[in-house]
Structure formats: structure tokens, C-alpha cells
């Protein structure tokens, strides 16, 4: 879709048609035989999918949407780094491990301080470890999205992005002291509702030339 139809669309019609593609990628993509790139991005555009769609449904919540949009721009960017960087895609599937070590042993030391059984917790992290062992996979924490979107060219995007929604998901002083103001201005809701239409569209755009190399 060229820019000049872009412009003509209502934010509703941008973001349905992106939904509609990245649905119709997710399905054919499922389809495939499973490798370790198919799965991944299978999952991420799945997750793209779910977030575009909350974000769809409802933008009259500020918080929300930037907690959206955050998302959407975050799961485009982890996409990316994996689709080109072999290493990455192997990193990505070791941070489960990572996560999983983290949830697991921060229950651990709440279980453990209220005097109550940890053997369960115990028992699933080390299964997980002996996964991880059996693997090729390292257990790695999280890709520093900053350094990933500067490498694509979107570091004033991650920017911007990440200080409004950072902003509003927290119980900051701003958003406590002027929730009105941010809520009864629109302009805060019109700048973050068209990032995410844009960065749909990114994605959007993502998964048809995947697409296009993935099917050929």
C-alpha cells in the first residue's frame, strides 16, 4: 500500500488492514514445517497480533495505549534482530531459561520468608536447567531494546516511546498530579495513537516481505 492510500485511510481502516495481513501471515507461517525461525517468529507475530488488537479495540485509555504501543514497537524490533542475526534468534530462546530463573527464584525467597515449602519451584527450576543443558541455548537476559533500535535506525522512537509510557503506566507525579490534563487533552492520545498505527504498519509491511522470502 503506498503512502499517498495511506494518508486516506482512517486509523481504524490502517490498523484493520494491518491486522488482516499479519492474521493471514500468522496462519500461513503455522503451516510451515517448524524450525527454530519459523517458531519464533510464528510466536512473535502471534504476540504482534494480540497487542494490535487491544490496541484496536480500545484507544481511549492513555496508560493502556501506550503500554500497547510500547509493545507493538518492541515485539517489531525483537523481530528484526532475530530475522538477521542468527546469534540473536539463539539468545531469544535462551532468556526463557533466563525468565524463568528469575520468576522462579524471586517466589523462591517469598515462599522462603513466610516459612512455606519450596520443593515444587525447586523441582520445575531444575528440570528447566536440565533443558537448558541438553540445548544449544545459553541462558541470557533480555536484548537491551535501546541498543537493538538504534541498530535498525529507531533510537528517537524508542526514545519518545519508552519515556510517555514509562510516564503513564507508573503511578509517577505526573500522572498522578495532572491525570486530567493528560486525559482531557487529546494531543497526548492523537501522538501515541499514530506511532502505534505506524508502527502496525511496520509490521505490517515486516510480514509481507517475510512473506515473500519465507514462501517463495
Not at 519464533?40 to 488488537?53: V, Y
Request: hydrophobic fraction near 40%; aromatic fraction near 10%.
Amino acid at each position: 500500500m503506498s503512502d499517498s492510500t495511506l494518508q486516506y485511510l482512517t486509523t481504524q481502516e490502517n490498523v484493520s488492514t494491518s491486522i488482516e495481513v499479519i492474521r493471514s501471515f500468522v496462519e500461513r507461517l503455522g503451516a510451515l514445517p517448524f524450525n527454530e525461525l519459523n517458531g519464533a517468529l510464528t510466536n512473535l507475530f502471534k504476540q504482534s497480533l494480540r497487542e494490535i488488537n487491544q490496541f484496536s479495540e480500545k484507544r481511549d485509555d492513555l496508560a493502556q495505549t501506550s503500554l500497547n504501543v510500547r509493545n507493538i514497537f518492541e515485539i517489531y524490533i525483537i523481530s528484526l534482530h532475530i530475522y538477521s542475526d542468527q546469534d540473536a534468534l539463539k539468545c531469544w530462546y535462551g532468556q526463557m531459561h533466563k525468565d524463568l530463573l528469575e520468576i522462579n527464584k524471586s517466589f523462591k525467597a517469598l515462599l522462603t520468608n513466610r516459612g512455606l515449602d519450596t520443593s515444587e519451584i525447586d523441582k520445575a527450576q531444575a528440570l528447566s536447567d536440565a533443558a537448558l543443558s541438553s540445548s544449544q541455548y545459553t541462558s541470557k537476559g533480555q536484548f537491551n531494546i535501546k541498543t537493538c533500535a538504534t541498530k535498525y535506525g529507531y533510537e528517537l522512537h524508542h526514545d519518545f516511546v519508552y519515556k510517555l509510557s514509562s510516564k503513564l503506566v507508573h503511578p509517577t507525579s505526573i500522572k498522578v498530579n495532572f491525570f486530567d490534563v493528560l486525559t482531557e487533552d487529546e494531543t497526548y492520545i492523537e501522538v501515541i495513537t499514530n506511532i502505534g498505527v505506524h508502527f502496525a504498519k511496520k509490521s505490517e509491511d515486516f510480514a509481507m516481505r517475510l512473506a515473500e522470502e519465507l514462501f517463495a
